[in-house]
């Protein structure tokens, strides 16, 4: 009798030691796009396969990223897996606050990630987060208006022609503006914009001794070329406009071009929400002939928190949402059109996906962003649109919130420059360079 | 004619005030109204206002989105027990405050009050390292113990003012009748005090309810209440003003009828000792 | 009277919400003066030692500082005097005999039971947007230019908001006074030919000084630390940037805890000021 109980128990020892792992219940914390939204209500199919369960804590951007940066700085334990971007990952992964992707499985194929998304996640050669999806910038432009101007864009045009374009578009008569830009003030939205753009206008955030440039003329240049446009062929309350603001113009019909994530031209061209879906072009985002491009390159990417008791449960769900399959899932649910862009090779080789009017110059545009490498003049930083530090987004947030009363006409262009050079110095005197 | 002329000011006094009273609800009303339209609508111009084609969808999809009646659960639960809790530890406090003052009595009251003034987010990192440690990370209960700590000075002081307003001698002739402090308490000082109780508790329920800075901070999915719920709707990604409606009307829709109903308890009750 | 035996229950009975609140004031005081001290950047790796007075000094340094004093008093002052006017006027027309009373009170309460930032979110989409809001549509109908509220006229878009919230609060604290104010006295005012400012200034307000100061002392506690607003609607830019927003960027988003401790010392320090301001005028009223 005990000897069969002992064998039952050893039996029970080995089957549960075989049997991949429990059923846990992950905490999962995202933003609310609509990709994010999307795989929300895909969730049973993971389940389904493994027999987890999530747990989803669906936040707005700014409000996210505040609740996972204090939960992962004390280690607080709320999450299993975390929605960061290419702006955190570097900066936790070297404080040891990830754990590495580097032992994912043979079928996810860690190869086929996109060289600028795994360099953008990696710190060592060492991948910290998986890209869900990634995005750079471009010129969504209507082709309608572009020919009633008596125009046509280039493929990779300059500032100049593009300055030229919106003028040359713009009736506020009838509420039509030559371009829609994000005025509002944020690290995330306006200077993501700028930072870009300044760029290829030959300005950098820090000279390789740390030192703010923005007293120098080519930021003077930027910001002076982006005041006058917008304040010419803008429209009303730019500064207050971030990316919804923006899409939501484009979408009614009231921009003639928007520089913005290539993930809204999925948004552009679905004919349920947007009135002028037939009729939107694609662009390089533009230069200005010093060769750097405006455009950014960004990842939002799933993280696993180190110290998490259920890391196998969370990788499980990172392979899962990050996977090619995943990808076949959304397509054969939402179409072609609506599987989450820019983090994997294969996609862009798919026919499928060839069909989709966006996606070669989404590609490109990715590819030409070099976040080792933004900047014309060398900079101590890695990132397009940011400075991977940890002081960056505290600065570049009160630097825009200047830009943008610049651009509301409450204070000049110079005031605003001087005000960000002496607030840029005072905060990275304070963090000790 | 006298009674004309009282008809006519009541009439005049009946528009300028409907007027008024229609203009300050007039977000909430069009918010509302907004929850049924499409989002094509909810964006047209110019704006429609009844006509259009009422639909139920954006409540659909919200519902299918987040699991509401969670939300609405635990924002019940924490707006609820941290009112009952404050209550439990307010009644004798503002009891002794009231009937027993001493030379200090308003100093404390006034201290009790200023320590609502410590700015909440600079003590965030402190607060949360000592919830890891507790290990009360999005529970209610630890929300409930935040809540009830918050509000606690404002609940002993409405009560304070509400036991002032009872004449000492009652509780002086029933004291001579022999009933002990516990008796005098429950069966005399409470049944006076339940107008004054009630707005109490209505009062903090609704702060309680509507605070959005520690119920969101300190939860993730367990314990997250319908503040959260809304944080999940705010600046997504495309403009969706008929579903950013639907979601707060869904957010304010529980308390507001709560309101609705005991508008009389707040208007005769919320007088933190203004009427003398 | 109170004999020692009832003395000392009450006493008693007091304590638990004494220690309560000592307790929740202390702990995290101590540990704000102490990281005030540190320089403590999270994301830095955490503590990385002594700092002494730097923080203190950075911080009242700053450029943003006194300009975000300004701020907090301004938003504080606006809002009292908007929601105390209002108020009064509100109260009194309340009070009057009319058809529909309980209807009209609850529309006028409503704003009060709506959260902050659901409040924030209405008004800033669907009123104070220059191209769909519902303003710029009126703005459009009579041939205005829409108005970019929240960037040309953000401070009192921001007051507007936070007053629409506070108005009920005012109205409802107000109208217990008025109903309480005694109507022979003053129907034999106006029977003896006392005009109606005459009356208000020398019967009504008196009456309604007590409820007036418990308006100001509960409201400015919850407007000196309002956030939603601010962070829904404008993020800080346009000058709103109050001190405790201010704060606010200094500990979530430059992870700067030592600083923005430093800052919450600072907004303690400014809340005490206006707490002793208060307690002067509500002291008097109070007893």
Redesign the interface.
Known sequence: MKLKNALFAASALVSAATTTAFAEEL?I?TV???DM?RM??LTDDFTEKTGHTV?????????LR??V???I???????DVMTIGMYETP?WAR?GWLVAMDDMSEEWDADDILPAMRGGLSVDGTLYAAPFYGESSMIMYRTDLMEKAGLEMPDAPTWEFVADAARKMTDKENEIYGICLRG???WGENMAFLTATSNAFGARWFDENWTAQFDQPAWNETLTFYVNLMNDAG???A??N????N???F??G?CGMWIDAT?AAS?VTNPE?STVADKVGFALAPNTGLGKNSNWLWAWALGIPAGTQKEAAAKEFVEWATSKDYIELVAANEGWANVPPGARTSLYENENYKDVPFAAMTLESIQSADPQNPTVDPVPYIGVQFAAI??F???A??V??EF??AL?G?QSVDEALE?AQ??TT??ME??GY | MARAVTNNRKALNTAIAWSIGILIFFPILWTILTSFKTEAQAISDPPVFLFFDWTLENYTVVQERSNYMRFLWNSVVIAGGSTILGLIIAVPAAWSMAFVPSKRTKDILLWMLSTKMLPAVGVLYPIYLIFIKLGILDTRTGLVIVMMLINLPIIVWMLYTYFREIPVEILEASRMDGATLKEEIIHILTPMAVPGIASTMLLNFILAWNEAFWTLNLTAAKAAPLTAFIASYSSPEGLFYAKLSAASTMAIAPILILGWFSQKQLVRGLTFGAVK | MATQQSRSAARFMLAPAVILLLGWMLVPLIMTLWFSFRNYLPLRGGDLGWAGFDNYVRFINSSSFWPSVQTTLIIVGGVLFITIVLGVILALLLDQPMWGQGVVRILVIAPFFVMPTVSALVWKNMFMDPVNGLFAHIWKFFGAAPVEWLSQASMQSLILIVSWQWLPFATLILLTAVQSLDSEQLEAAEMDGAPFHSRFIYMILPHLARAITIVVLIQTIFLLSIFAEIFVTTGGAFGTRTLSYLIFQRVLESQNIGLGSAGGVYAIILANIVAIFLMRIVGKNLD
Not at chain 1, 56 to 62: K, M, P, Y
Not at chain 1, 242 to 245: A, K, T, V
């Open positions: 905490t914390a609310n796009n609509g939204i929300q209500g747990e989803w804590v669906t936040l707005e951007e700014n409000v505040q609740r940066t204090t939960d700085s004390t280690k607080g334990g709320a999450f900066i404080n509002k003030a944020g429209p009303p309350g500064s207050t971030g990316f919804n603001e899409l939501s113009l979408q009614q009231k993930v948004f929400d940890p002081e987004a505290g600065i947030t009160e825009g919130q943008s009363a509301a409450q005000k002496a607030l005072d905060a304070a963090a």
